[in-house]
């Protein structure tokens, strides 16, 4: 096979062609089809699960499945991420979890409650193919692309994987709604419901199918000559325990991150758990209109979200990245209240709105921070480490706190108000993060 040459178009094209085959996994399986599909399992008078010995909420019970496959995800990430530094051939570790998660999305053609257990191993293994095969896919970045290409490559992988998942979910909106077209048979319900779980199979094929180029064209990886031993295994912990030792003594970061943490916890919970409050809490008026007002409104915060990051560049320019926080905080504090609220669905396609703004701005605004507030340092590799690891504690933690709330109160409302408080100690915390570096 050719081997190509670092910083080639064809090289650099092919690895960003993986956003394109990936990305449909975050738009119908995390955001749209499969909420949309698990709320409609459950009747209006029983949405209990009966599950290890007791019955659970169903909205909480996903919510644990999905902070316990994080939790997963943070245990391995500094395990990947030292293979990716040590191993030369990267790309099988890539392709394990690209074909674990492109395999449980077929499987949840068969999800159901009858055999619950083995369907929530399926939706577990995607959450986990999805993570882990990026870990693997962003380490390639610095072997086939030089630091001034970078950027620009990075950016180009993010607009395939939209317009990809953007293509893949509208025509999964199509069979969903005229299944009929489709050869789709059985009553209204019955054939959207069959629709639902052929979209599973859409995506977990499109992924597999797509990702070939990229394995076709990709390097096995920089060959280092290392071997996988017991010390790299654990290298990547070592590695975060040496960049914890470096933020304590840097009090502006060190306040940065505590924020980071504690606001980040409240805003990943809220775009994981958006489509089943909207699923659950919204009167829609009918199954049809149910689902096509929660895949248009997650399009609606796709579309906004990349104007919300382009407005937050712009604000932070000109009032400072913590002031831009901060407000960006105040705002999301506002739409906990206000979702505590919301009945119609003109009022979940407001919120939706103001969530995409908002949601693109933080995100992008706070990894730029925290790179803004790094020490002097070569290997900052190790610092977004930690970084991702602190994100996905910070999952886990928020939506163990939101399942918890939802079956203990019986109501998504009360969970989402309650993230309220994280974003106000997030704009006290922000406020203490000093406006300069100091010792």
Not at 143 to 172: C, H, M, T
Not at 312 to 324: D, W
Not at 328 to 342: D, E, R, S, T
Request: with cysteine; glycine share 8%; aromatic share 18%.
């Amino acid at each position: 096979m050719k081997t190509y040459p670092k910083g080639s178009k064809k090289l650099l094209n092919a690895w960003a062609f993986y956003d394109w085959a990936n990305s449909v996994y975050t738009l119908t399986i995390a955001s749209t089809i499969f909420p949309i599909f698990y709320g409609a399992l459950f009747t209006t008078a029983d949405k209990q699960v009966h599950i290890f010995g007791t019955d659970i909420k169903n909205t909480a019970l996903i919510s644990f499945i999905t902070a316990f496959a994080f939790l997963v995800i943070a245990f391995l990430s500094p395990i990947l991420s030292g293979i990716a530094d040590f191993i030369g051939n990267k790309k099988v570790f890539m392709k394990f979890f690209c074909y674990t998660g492109g395999i449980a999305c077929i499987g949840l053609n068969w999800f159901s409650l009858d055999y619950i257990y083995i369907s929530l191993v399926f939706y577990f293994l995607g959450l986990i193919g999805y993570w882990g095969s990026l870990v693997f896919y962003n380490s390639y970045l610095p072997d086939i692309a030089f630091p001034e290409q970078q950027d620009k490559i990075s950016a180009k992988g993010f607009s395939l994987g939209y317009i990809g998942s953007v293509l893949l979910l509208l025509f999964n909106l199509a069979m969903v709604m005229k299944p009929d077209l489709f050869g789709i048979t059985g009553t209204e319900g019955e054939a959207a419901m069959k629709a639902m779980r052929y979209s599973f199979i859409t995506v977990g094929i499109w992924w597999i199918v797509f990702s070939q180029y990229t394995y076709y064209i990709l390097p096995k990886g920089a060959k280092t000559g290392h071997k996988v031993t017991k010390a790299v295994l654990f290298n990547g912990f070592k590695e975060l325990k040496l960049v914890f030792a470096d933020i304590k003594e840097n009090l502006r970061l060190k306040r940065y991150l505590r924020a980071f943490f504690v606001y980040s916890m409240a805003v990943q919970t809220i775009m994981l758990v958006a489509t089943y409050f909207g699923e659950q809490e919204v009167d829609w008026g009918g199954d049809q209109e149910k689902t096509m007002g929660l895949i248009v409104s997650i399009l609606v915060i796709q579309i906004v979200a990349i104007l919300g990051a382009v407005l937050t560049s712009k604000a932070s320019a000109k009032f400072g990245n913590i002031q831009t926080l901060i407000v960006i905080n105040f705002i999301w504090m506002c739409l906990c209240f206000y979702g505590y609220f919301v009945e119609t669905p003109t009022q979940f396609y407001i919120t939706a709105m103001f969530v995409g703004l908002v949601m693109g701005g933080i995100q992008a605004l706070s990894r730029s921070t925290y790179s803004k507030f790094l020490p002097e340092t070569n290997d900052t590799t190790s610092y977004f480490s930690f970084f991702d690891v602190a994100e996905k504690i910070g999952i886990v933690i928020g939506m163990v706190i939101y399942g918890s709330i939802d079956q203990l109160t019986g109501s998504m409302r009360n969970a989402i108000l309650f993230l309220f408080i994280f974003f106000l100690v997030g704009i006290v915390l922000l406020y203490r993060v000093p406006k300069h570096e100091t010792s």
